[in-house]
């Protein structure tokens, strides 16, 4: 079982490039989360994914884009990185979006520098 | 939001049972009390949850107070594997409850000593 798979686990960027990070879920979940976490801190949001179609901003959401590409798969998009930007970014699913039960399933985490 | 308290850090040796606390004064009635772990350099995993009555599964026990002010985790042998970070987070199980961000905070970061 594969569960949820980040690619890629590691990547170095200089300020002003671009890159995407790639999440895939194979436990037919209908939402799907990015998180970033900074040394120290706990996890924040960036964005999420309700259910395949939809996708809405968390609590950090600038300099950030997201694509639910179907229901498997959503990804995260840096249009210009900046520094601020290192981080450990972590892609999550749920069966549901709501509700009380439900875990969430993480992936190991794709650790970015952006220099 | 319902916010939860938690220690930064605690200490144990393996094989003694560990009693991690977590202080939720604000918790409405519809909140179940989730907890997470992450370990080092991997994503949070799922521990165990509750909303009144103490749970128990392979992996901890939960043990909730009366008024549901506080709980705690508890592993009942500490082994090397449990050192990690564990969050304590509240989320609403109303009927009508659609999509809720699951904050994780800073958490307490349990060491376990051979």
């Known amino acids: 079982n594969a569960g949820v798979t980040q690619t890629p686990k590691f990547q170095v960027l200089k300020t002003g490039q671009s890159m995407t990070l790639q999440c895939a879920q194979d436990m037919n979940h209908n939402s799907m989360y990015w998180y970033r976490q900074d040394p120290g801190m706990g996890l924040r949001l960036i964005y999420y994914?309700?259910?395949?179609?939809?996708?809405d901003k968390g609590e950090v959401p600038n300099g950030y884009n997201v694509s639910r590409l179907n229901k498997r798969e959503f990804s995260l998009r840096l249009e210009s990185a900046a520094p601020s930007q290192t981080s450990v970014y972590f892609c999550?699913?749920?069966?549901?979006?709501?509700?009380?039960?439900?875990?969430?399933?993480f992936g190991e985490g794709s650790r970015l520098t952006v220099l | 939001d319902a916010k939860t308290t938690q220690p930064n850090s605690m200490e144990s040796n393996e094989e003694e049972p560990v009693h991690l606390p977590c202080n939720h004064s604000?918790?409405?009635?519809?909140?179940?009390i989730h907890w997470y772990r992450q370990l080092p350099s991997q994503g949070p995993e799922y521990v165990i949850h509750g909303l009144t009555s103490n749970v128990n599964n392979r992996m901890a026990s939960l043990a909730i107070a009366e008024d549901r002010k506080s709980s705690t985790l508890i592993l009942h042998r500490a082994t090397l594997r449990d050192a990690a970070v564990y969050y304590c987070i509240l989320r609403d199980g109303g009927p009508n409850t659609g999509f809720q961000k699951l904050v994780f905070g800073t958490g307490t970061r349990l060491l376990v000593s051979p």
């Open positions: 604000t918790i409405s009635g519809t909140d179940y």
């Open positions: 994914s309700a259910s395949e179609g939809t996708t």
């Open positions: 999550a699913s749920r069966r549901l979006a709501g509700g009380s039960t439900g875990e969430l399933f």
